[in-house]
């Protein structure tokens, strides 16, 4: 049966249960983006809206400099490793633990239907 139910774009801090991102050594930062059901998971994971491409566009990384990119369906959750604009500690650097690094993934839009 198809739903009739409105297909929006959402944000993905209203689908997620955890997006995260926090300091992964010196030189490196992670992403986690942790769902709340495989469901969910599933349905972000088929968009295709979270890419690679997405993500250099958003952290300003080339994609080849992107440390690690994936969906880890053990866990329902993609994660994702980026090299530091500048080294933990460094002059200039703003975000020592890297803890407000994960809001442009708050605002990735999902097709999602309507709730």
Do not use: C
Not at 6 to 15: F, N
Not at 64 to 77: H, K, M, P, R
Request: aromatic residues 6%.
């Amino acid at each position: 049966m198809v739903s009739s139910a409105a297909i929006v774009p959402t944000p993905l801090r209203d689908i997620a249960k955890v997006v995260r991102s926090k300091n992964a050594g010196p030189f490196e930062i992670t992403l986690d983006i942790i769902f709340k059901s495989r469901e969910d998971f599933d349905a972000v994971k088929k968009s295709g809206v979270i890419t690679r491409e997405l993500i250099s566009e958003l952290y300003n990384v080339p994609t080849q400099a992107i440390i690690t990119f994936g969906f880890f369906d053990l866990v329902n959750a993609v994660k994702i490793t980026l090299p530091r604009p500048r080294a933990q500690g460094g002059v200039g650097e703003t975000d020592m633990h890297a803890a407000q690094q994960h809001v442009p993934l708050q605002e990735i839009r999902v097709p999602w239907p309507a709730r």
